[in-house]
């Protein structure tokens, strides 16, 4: 039996009968046995699911100057707060889950531009190179994820000259369950994922090891569990470094509230596709009063279509940086359901919102 | 919409009980039938989908370069995109053709269909954020390239692998204005074809 694990992964779909209850239980594969399904084209599939599926975490796109001042020093261009649980298998030494970034940019001819990607546990995906033609190009770089869990991606840009205006036009990330061959994770005590190896592989002559059927349930269940999907993820491009605080005037934001246009915010909208078993919406805000000295504003994400009044809304009060968690109960119905991020208070100043992820919670 | 598979409505993921499975109980075919139908629902239904635009101004890309990449399950082909836009009020025939354009696997998708907005007298126009309404790629009559506003065909045939798939948005000039955008894969119609 071959793992697959390659890009070109195929998966082996059921029909009607494959494992009917007058037919007996084939063993091989389909491989062995044409137009027959087996257990073994289970165990296939287990693996290829868990080898090619690569949930969203990231998909933000806009048009933003990250301007590198000087040459070859690294700027902080964008912070993503974003939660995913840990690796599959703790005492794995390959086959770590990590994450897929892209970043799309360009920059003038003649120049480079150097994206690097960063974990919350400071490891770091580095050496990328951008060409010198001035086109755009998206950048792939690939980053493991911590041991404890993802808690933010940040991303910094540098280039080849002093005085370098990068383009930067898209960020996408996504999280792949896997690193190395899943055969290699072998089995450990302890582990999220058992990934059916051969000594519980299904043959001839041998009984079927209820170790293998358990894996094929665990790991349907735990590929579902982990692979909540990320809804909103955006955040401000631009030097992190300058940008928050008392008296901030800049215009690096990815939403302003201002104080002329309160609940007339029909923009911040966005669509929900939900799936079944999800509840709650998990979400992180992360925003500021401008020019702050004590006023205390107000915004409101929920559910709730155009002008209409948001159903259980979190409630976000923003003052000189706050960054606020919370949970976002998900309406009955097929959907799709739409999200609102509005402002209620009547403080003068503007709020912007540096950064903003949205994700499912499933318990 | 879910997809029925096998005659059944797999729409819904649903849990085994592990503990069910010990020593020297009898394998049932029916067993391993609700593992297949997992895989199933797993590989084909819990399709890609996200926000991935949002501008409080408003984005005109007229070029092209809003980039984003798109995850096809195995047998689909298609993805549905919604804009969050506004067209110009102000000159609404001149305008009548501005269009969001979406590309991607050699296709390209137009809708035309974007609302306007309200006329300058003395209403909240172009150049307020109030009178955004979405604009939704949807449907598969046709196929392919076309000004119908469709879903966007990512692919030519089904096929049993993931794919990756990079889109491109641009609009027809400034005159339209994109606030957010978003996609969702759409999981396959009909029975799934089967490769011996």
Known sequence: MSYSTDSGGAFRP???????????????????????????DLAYNQLTLWAQTAPVVVSDTKEADVVCTTAAVDYIFALYYHFLPGLLNEDATTGRRYL????TAKCASGRKWYPEAQTSDGTVADGYESNDLGNLETIVMEVELPYSGLDYLLLTMAASADATSVEVYGVTARVLQVSGNLGDLGDVAGQYFSPVDSTVEPTADRPLHVQFVRSLIGANQNLYNRNGRSIVSFCQWGNWGTSIGAGVTSSLNIFTF???????????????FPRPGVRRLR??????????????GRLLLGFGDMGNALEIPVEIDVGLKDATLGYVPVPEGPGPHFLRLIRTDTETPDIKVMSLTIQEEIE | MTVAYFGKNTGVFFEDDATMVRNGT?????????IANNQTWLAVQDVDAANFLSDTYGLS??????TLNVMLSPFSQYADFWFLAIRDSDNLAANAYEYIEINGGGQTQRATTIPAGSNSSGKTHW?????????????????????????????????????????????SSTKVKLFSGAYQVQSPKGSLTVSA
Not at chain 1, 283 to 296: K, N, P
């Open chain 1, 14 to 40: 059921f029909r009607q009968g494959d494992f009917g209850t007058r037919r007996p239980i084939q063993v091989g594969g389909q491989t062995t046995t044409p137009y027959a399904k087996g257990i073994q």
């Open chain 1, 258 to 272: 201002s104080a002329t246009n309160i609940n007339q915010a029909l923009e911040h909208e966005w669509v929900y």
């Open chain 2, 127 to 171: 150049g307020s954020i109030r009178e955004a309404r979405w604009v939704v790629f949807q449907g598969t009559q046709g196929d392919g390239t076309s000004n119908a506003g469709l879903s966007l065909k990512l692919r030519a045939n089904p096929d049993p692998t993931w794919l990756k798939v990079a889109v491109t948005v641009q609009v």
């Open chain 2, 61 to 66: 890309p007229t070029s092209g370069e809003i």
């Open chain 1, 283 to 296: 979400a992180f805000c992360d925003a500021y009063m401008v020019g702050w000295t004590t006023e205390v």
């Open chain 2, 26 to 34: 009898v394998a049932s075919a029916e067993l391993f039938s609700r």
């Open chain 1, 100 to 103: 897929q970034v892209e970043v």
